[in-house]
């Protein structure tokens, strides 16, 4: 930490705020406007000369010019350490339920909290001894932390192979507490405790490889495992125009998803989304372990109340803290809702520094700091050799639902899956609204490639026969194009769609996805029917879409799942085409 520095503004400009100062400033370090008694955090966006532009992350109202400003030395940095998880901060990492403990729901400007408590005591395990050579990143110990081993990293900092010198034993400490004695190949001994500091616009690299995504992160969706799968470590983005579905796709996905921990970036769409949010997500049961959901899941959130500066804050702040639980060996989700709302605090804050416009006047940076932010996602190979995994999921809400608009556009460019919703799905309540039609994904899904292509097929036929339809009518249609037709709408209703509503209908595992694809496959897709007119080929799928439905509120592998899978193989033998060639 350097020595603190004074400056004093020249320029207030919404939440742009021009400093000058006589000393050396550094880019995206940490500045304190003092106004009174209040102390407004803000970080250093450009410096030219004796002028640093900073971005406040409070109110400016009432600044003035000549208030003093008094700069850290320290970049813009989030807490680590054990007690994250449960917790719902802001963008600054303040834990908002204690600061509305404190002072109500309206938070005060230039109020902080510290994002881990220095009372609470953890039961430190070590695991390294005094001799032992480590780096950044090494296991020195845990405390158990909810349901997971917290495991207390040598700081990422450090730049140097390390001899501890000393480890505490076993015991009961409190984050502050010296629990190991570091010394670096210049003889320095560091104290080291389970807290530490790091810069949230840097990625953490205490790693020995990245990889690429392989294997698919189940998220029980069907229509996303089975046709756009995720991989761990990999990007995806859901753009949609307001009010497809994206925020519910998202709090679905952070229920079921089968990943550790969830960190979810909820950056301001309306506020009163956010509130809820705060208010359902601690009630929460976790379908997987029973307990509270919450129990591993952290919450970053700003709402469209809070300037725009937090927003961009609470983006790095979330995904430096699913990086961090990486460093564990453990595989975290990161969703971000919506990353729109990052991109147009980036515009606006670049029209106050008044730079060069780029397209729809975002800034020509646009792209890269997109590509930089989903960058952070991956597998890597830890020191130990075992893997953890960061996946990021941005929902994108371009205005009027128009995807080519640059957020859209530069996310496309950076991002493994595409999962678009779109306006004709969603009010007709096909849910989720991921459009077939348009969404892609370049990783590999657990069901099978020639059924996975054969969805597709059937989906993109039966689009083309609707769209047909449409001009001549259903009587100009053959009976080969309208059961086609048929066919798609079935895979699209029983099997794409899912009820948020029905406890067993709104989470799929792999294992029942493969099934059940593999059925419709063989039974639905691939077979031929004997059905002699429209208006019978019509109630057969009608009756076998009612069948399904209640297979699909009947528990996986119970009785009930068995006789209905009975009776549908009875209602498709009886008007299978017998293939007489083979008889
Ligand atoms: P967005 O975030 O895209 O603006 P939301 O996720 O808030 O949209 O969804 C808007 C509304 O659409 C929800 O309040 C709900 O009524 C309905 N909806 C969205 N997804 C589903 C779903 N999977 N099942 C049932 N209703 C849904
Ligand atoms: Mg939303």
Same mark, same amino acid.
């Given at each position: 930490?350097?020595?603190?520095?004074?400056? /004093?503004?020249?320029?207030?400009?919404?939440?742009?705020? *021009?400093?000058?100062?006589?000393?050396?400033?550094?880019?995206?370090?940490?500045?304190?406007?003092?106004?009174?008694?209040?102390?407004?955090?803000?970080?250093?966006?450009?410096?030219?000369?004796?002028?640093?532009?900073?971005?406040?992350?409070?109110?400016?109202?009432?600044?003035?010019?000549? $208030?003093?400003?008094?700069?850290?030395? $320290?970049?813009?940095?989030?807490?680590?350490?054990?007690?994250?998880?449960?917790?719902?901060?802001?963008?600054?990492?303040?834990?908002?339920?204690?600061?509305?403990?404190?002072?109500?729901?309206?938070?005060? /400007?230039?109020?902080?909290?510290?994002?881990?408590?220095?009372?609470?005591?953890?039961?430190?395990?070590?695991?390294?001894?005094?001799?032992?050579?480590?780096?950044?990143?090494?296991?020195?110990?845990?405390?158990?932390?909810? &349901?997971?081993?917290?495991?207390?990293?040598?700081?990422?900092?450090?730049?140097?192979?390390?001899?501890?010198?000393?480890?505490?034993?076993?015991?009961?400490?409190?984050?502050?507490?010296?629990?190991?004695?570091?010394?670096? +190949?210049?003889?320095?001994?560091?104290?080291?405790?389970?807290?530490?500091?790091?810069?949230?616009?840097?990625?953490?690299?205490?790693?020995?490889?990245?990889?690429?995504?392989?294997?698919?992160?189940?998220?029980?969706?069907?229509?996303?495992?089975?046709?756009?799968?995720? *991989?761990?470590?990999?990007?995806?983005? &859901?753009?949609?125009?307001?009010?497809?579905?994206?925020?519910?796709?998202?709090?679905?996905?952070?229920?079921?998803?089968?990943? $550790?921990?969830?960190?979810?970036?909820?950056?301001?769409?309306?506020?009163?989304?956010?509130?809820?949010?705060?208010?359902?997500?601690?009630?929460?049961?976790?379908?997987?372990?029973?307990?509270?959901?919450?129990? /591993?899941?952290?919450?970053?959130?700003?709402?469209? !109340?809070?300037?725009?500066?937090?927003?961009?804050? %609470?983006?790095?702040?979330?995904?430096?803290?699913?990086?961090?639980?990486?460093?564990?060996? =453990?595989?975290?989700?990161?969703?971000?809702?919506?990353?729109?709302?990052?991109?147009?605090?980036?515009?606006?804050?670049?029209?106050?520094?008044?730079?060069?416009?780029?397209?729809?006047?975002? #800034?020509?940076?646009?792209?890269?700091?997109?590509?930089?932010?989903?960058?952070?996602?991956?597998?890597?190979?830890?020191?130990?050799?075992?893997?953890?995994?960061?996946?990021?999921?941005?929902?994108?809400? #371009?205005?009027?639902?128009?995807?080519?608009?640059?957020?859209?556009?530069?996310?496309?460019?950076?991002?493994? *899956?595409?999962?678009?919703? %779109?306006?004709?799905? !969603?009010?007709?309540?096909?849910?989720?609204?991921?459009?077939?039609?348009?969404?892609?994904?370049?990783?590999?899904?657990?069901?099978?490639?020639?059924?996975?292509?054969?969805?597709?097929?059937? =989906?993109?036929?039966?689009?083309?026969?609707?769209?047909?339809?449409?001009?001549?009518?259903?009587?100009?249609?053959? =009976?080969?194009?309208?059961?086609?037709?048929?066919?798609?709408?079935?895979?699209?209703?029983?099997?794409?769609?899912?009820?948020?509503?029905?406890?067993?209908?709104?989470?799929?595992?792999?294992?029942?996805?493969?099934? &059940?694809?593999?059925?419709?496959?063989?039974?639905? =897709?691939?077979?031929?029917?004997?059905?002699?007119?429209?208006?019978?080929?019509?109630?057969?799928?009608?009756?076998?879409?009612?069948?399904?439905? +209640?297979?699909?509120? *009947?528990?996986?592998?119970?009785?009930?799942? +068995?006789?209905?899978?009975?009776?549908?193989?009875?209602?498709?033998?009886?008007?299978?085409?017998? $293939?007489?060639?083979?008889?």
């Amino acid at each position: 930490m350097q020595e603190k520095r004074m400056g /004093r503004i020249t320029k207030v400009s919404g939440n742009m705020v *021009a400093v000058e100062v006589d000393a050396f400033i550094v880019q995206n370090e940490v500045a304190y406007i003092v106004h009174g008694n209040e102390r407004l955090k803000a970080e250093v966006i450009r410096v030219r000369g004796r002028q640093a532009e900073t971005q406040v992350f409070e109110s400016t109202t009432s600044l003035k010019v000549g $208030d003093e400003v008094e700069f850290t030395g $320290d970049l813009l940095s989030v807490e680590l350490g054990p007690g994250l998880l449960g917790q719902i901060f802001d963008g600054l990492q303040n834990p908002l339920p204690a600061l509305a403990e404190r002072q109500g729901f309206f938070l005060k /400007r230039g109020a902080y909290i510290e994002a881990l408590s220095d009372k609470q005591q953890w039961d430190f395990t070590p695991l390294a001894k005094a001799g032992d050579n480590v780096r950044a990143g090494d296991r020195l110990g845990f405390v158990p932390e909810k &349901i997971f081993k917290h495991y207390i990293m040598v700081p990422f900092a450090f730049q140097q192979m390390c001899e501890v010198v000393e480890l505490a034993p076993a015991g009961r400490y409190t984050i502050s507490h010296t629990i190991a004695r570091l010394k670096d +190949g210049d003889g320095k001994v560091h104290d080291v405790s389970m807290r530490q500091l790091w810069p949230v616009k840097m990625p953490i690299r205490a790693y020995t490889e990245k990889l690429k995504p392989s294997k698919p992160l189940v998220t029980k969706m069907r229509l996303i495992d089975s046709l756009f799968p995720v *991989a761990f470590g990999g990007t995806y983005c &859901i753009p949609g125009p307001f009010g497809a579905g994206k925020t519910v796709l998202q709090q679905l996905t952070s229920r079921h998803a089968e990943v $550790d921990i969830v960190v979810i970036a909820a950056c301001g769409e309306r506020a009163g989304e956010v509130v809820e949010t705060l208010k359902t997500f601690p009630e929460l049961i976790d379908p997987r372990t029973g307990k509270p959901l919450i129990d /591993r899941t952290i919450i970053i959130c700003n709402t469209s !109340s809070m300037p725009v500066a937090a927003r961009e804050s %609470s983006v790095y702040t979330a995904v430096t803290l699913a990086e961090y639980y990486r460093q564990m060996g =453990l595989n975290i989700l990161l969703l971000a809702d919506s990353t729109s709302r990052w991109a147009q605090a980036m515009r606006e804050m670049s029209g106050r520094l008044e730079e060069i416009p780029g397209e729809e006047a975002f #800034p020509a940076y646009l792209e890269s700091r997109i590509a930089s932010f989903y960058e952070r996602a991956g597998v890597v190979r830890l020191n130990d050799g075992s893997l953890g995994s960061v996946t990021i999921g941005g929902a994108v809400s #371009p205005a009027g639902g128009n995807f080519e608009e640059p957020v859209t556009q530069a996310t496309l460019k950076v991002v493994g *899956a595409f999962h678009g919703l %779109s306006r004709e799905r !969603s009010d007709a309540r096909r849910y989720p609204a991921i459009d077939p039609l348009i969404s892609w994904s370049k990783y590999g899904s657990f069901i099978d490639g020639k059924q996975m292509k054969r969805g597709h097929t059937a =989906l993109r036929k039966s689009h083309d026969v609707a769209q047909m339809m449409k001009v001549i009518g259903e009587e100009g249609t053959s =009976l080969a194009d309208y059961i086609d037709y048929l066919k798609g709408e079935f895979f699209d209703f029983v099997y794409l769609q899912q009820n948020a509503f029905d406890k067993v209908d709104e989470a799929t595992s792999a294992d029942r996805q493969k099934h &059940i694809f593999g059925f419709i496959y063989s039974h639905v =897709l691939e077979a031929e029917f004997d059905l002699e007119e429209k208006e019978k080929a019509l109630r057969f799928f009608q009756e076998l879409r009612q069948l399904f439905k +209640g297979w699909n509120s *009947a528990e996986w592998k119970t009785k009930e799942f +068995g006789s209905i899978e009975q009776e549908i193989v009875v209602l498709l033998e009886a008007k299978k085409k017998k $293939d007489l060639s083979h008889e």
